[in-house]
């Protein structure tokens, strides 16, 4: 089993900066991939940024470029940095660990959710 402790967000004005931090434990080698997400009111939850245990990264279309998602080398604590904060920014944003349990086998175990609001 894996837990996850999300840390960050809140309020920000538009064109500002935020950091967001998720930190791992568990069973840490179980874990295929580290990321953020993001869902807003009425809209589905949707990547953010991720990466992989060896060190693949995505980043949505709509964040590139502001955003930028690094990890530890002990691979249990992964960041989410975003600049130019945007209005459309405010979500709420979820740490997502994809958990591999047998090879092959994956699934996704979430955090609890902050909440990022972006004033215009």
């Known amino acids: 089993q894996v837990q996850v402790v999300e840390s960050g967000g809140g309020l920000v004005q538009s064109g500002g900066s935020l950091g967001l931090s998720c930190v791992a434990s568990?069973?840490?080698?179980?874990?295929?991939?580290m990321g953020w997400y993001r869902q807003a009111p009425g809209e589905w939850r949707g990547l953010v940024a991720s990466i992989t245990r060896d060190g693949f990264i995505r980043y949505a279309d709509s964040v590139k470029g502001r955003a930028l998602i690094s990890r530890d080398n002990a691979k249990t604590t992964v960041n989410l940095t975003m600049t130019n904060l945007k209005p459309t920014d405010t979500a709420v944003y979820y740490c997502?660990?994809?958990?591999?349990?047998?090879?092959?086998?994956?699934?996704?175990?979430w955090g609890q959710g902050t909440q990022v609001t972006v004033s215009s």
């Open positions: 568990g069973n840490i080698e179980s874990i295929y991939a």
């Open positions: 997502n660990l994809k958990v591999e349990t047998t090879p092959g086998t994956v699934y996704d175990h």
